[in-house]
């Protein structure tokens, strides 16, 4: 069992900056490999970015390449998402979530066994 609460979501204006985090309960955290998704109204929710559980392999959509930066501390039980240069597509409720992709599918939603309930991020033009 693990139960993850993001904080961090706002809004904010085109060109600025978020800092979202994710925190997990338990003494587990550093078993398990992160993902943040992002789920925007009537849409599916879709893989923004993860971290291996080690924090060796790292992986992002396209469109958040260079402005996203996902990182992890174990010690804190904590994963985090930084955001720079927000743009209005980039508002969506934002989830963590923790799983073991023995596969390798880190983009798989099916790969992630806990979710935490999500943080509204609102970036206005």
């Known amino acids: 069992q693990v139960q993850l609460v993001e904080s961090g979501g706002g809004l904010v204006q085109a060109g600025g900056s978020l800092r979202l985090s994710c925190a997990a309960s338990?003494?587990?955290?550093?078993?398990?490999?992160m993902g943040w998704f992002r789920q925007a109204p009537g849409k599916e929710r879709e893989f923004v970015a993860s971290i291996s559980r080690s924090g060796g392999s790292i992986y992002y959509v396209d469109s958040v390449k260079g402005r996203f930066t996902i990182s992890r501390d174990n010690a804190k039980n904590t994963v985090y998402l930084q955001m720079n240069s927000l743009k209005p597509e980039d508002t969506a409720v934002y989830y963590c979530?923790?799983?073991?992709?023995?596969?390798?599918?880190?983009?798989?939603?099916?790969?992630?066994?806990?979710w935490g309930q999500g943080t509204q991020v609102t970036v206005s033009s």
């Open positions: 979530a923790a799983g073991q992709y023995y596969s390798g599918a880190y983009y798989s939603k099916l790969s992630y066994n806990y």
């Open positions: 338990g003494r587990t955290f550093g078993n398990y490999d």
